[in-house]
């Protein structure tokens, strides 16, 4: 496996290179992917902002919020003319990592925006006066292709596909690549796939390291070197509320999110 060196400091900040964390099937690690790659990337001098797009917003309590308790959410900031990302942002423990937080109120979002012009570009427009100040937004997903993650892949740069190592899982990726291919065509012809992470493998069982094989063999280069293994730290970070790079500073999962940030600067480097 390619070795990817720790990446100099950045000097200046911005603008921000946009990556959706996407896949319509849920439980495949995309909340867990988001706070933990903004974490090792900010651990590494970048400046990240987190979106949390899913109204369940697993992402703002994975990050300690309770979003009961909020009063306006990223649902304000794309439907309210005057409510801007300064009134929701949070920050977060990890220091140069922001948070745009989600409630249950964002469902509503998707049924509104339906008469909206121009409605799948309403996230894109709402992100662009911040996009100076990051370096990477990462946009986690709903597990849905529904209004909401066109919204996110129209203004998105990028897609990181977390793909849980069992064969359910795959059969549900041709169906999103032809979304993305959609939304290249028709919204954003920017829009690449950064790679296919390979998520809860366990290497004991001959299943993951099977479906790790076939997926390499279906994309190729398009799947990312580094691979998440299943461990029991991530649902503690999760009750903890923080990431793993801080709360098991030292664990294998630590060392994998740090891997990953170093292989997304190097695939991936800011404009």
């Known amino acids: 496996m390619p070795r990817f060196p720790a990446p100099r400091p950045a000097m200046e900040h911005g603008p921000a290179k946009i990556i959706a964390m996407c896949n319509q099937k849920g439980g495949v690690g995309k909340t867990t992917s988001t706070i933990n790659l903004g974490a090792a990337l900010a651990e590494y001098g970048r400046k990240?902002?987190?979106v949390d797009f899913d109204p369940q917003g697993a992402l703002s309590v994975g990050l300690g919020v309770n979003p009961m308790e909020l009063d306006r959410t990223v649902y304000n900031l794309l439907m309210e003319r005057g409510v801007t990302i300064e009134d929701i942002l949070l920050k977060t423990i990890t220091p140069g990592m922001d948070l745009l937080p989600s409630n249950i109120d964002l469902s509503a979002a998707e049924v509104q925006l339906v008469t909206e012009v121009a409605r799948e570009s309403a996230l894109a427009r709402s992100l662009k006066p911040a996009l100076g100040e990051y370096d990477y937004v990462i946009i986690d997903c709903q597990p849905s292709l529904g209004l909401l993650?066109?919204?996110a892949l129209t203004a998105a740069h990028s897609v990181i596909v977390p793909l849980e190592c069992e064969f359910f899982a795959l059969r549900g990726v041709a169906l999103?690549?032809?979304t993305i291919e959609k939304v290249r065509e028709r919204l954003n012809p920017e829009l690449e796939l950064d790679g296919i992470l390979?998520?809860?493998?366990d290497a004991r069982t001959v299943h993951s390291r099977e479906v790790l094989a076939r997926v390499?063999?279906?994309f190729g280069e398009q799947v990312f070197h580094t691979v998440i293994g299943r461990t029991v730290r991530f649902p503690e970070t999760?009750?903890?509320g923080e990431p793993i790079?801080?709360?098991a500073s030292s664990s294998v999962g630590a060392a994998a999110y740090r891997q990953l940030a170093r292989e997304v600067l190097a695939r991936c480097p800011v404009a």
């Open 48 to 50: 990240v902002l987190l």
């Open 149 to 151: 993650t066109v919204n």
């Open 176 to 178: 999103l690549t032809e």
């Open 198 to 201: 390979a998520t809860m493998y």
């Open 216 to 218: 390499v063999q279906a």
């Open 238 to 240: 999760t009750v903890a």
């Open 245 to 247: 790079t801080s709360y």
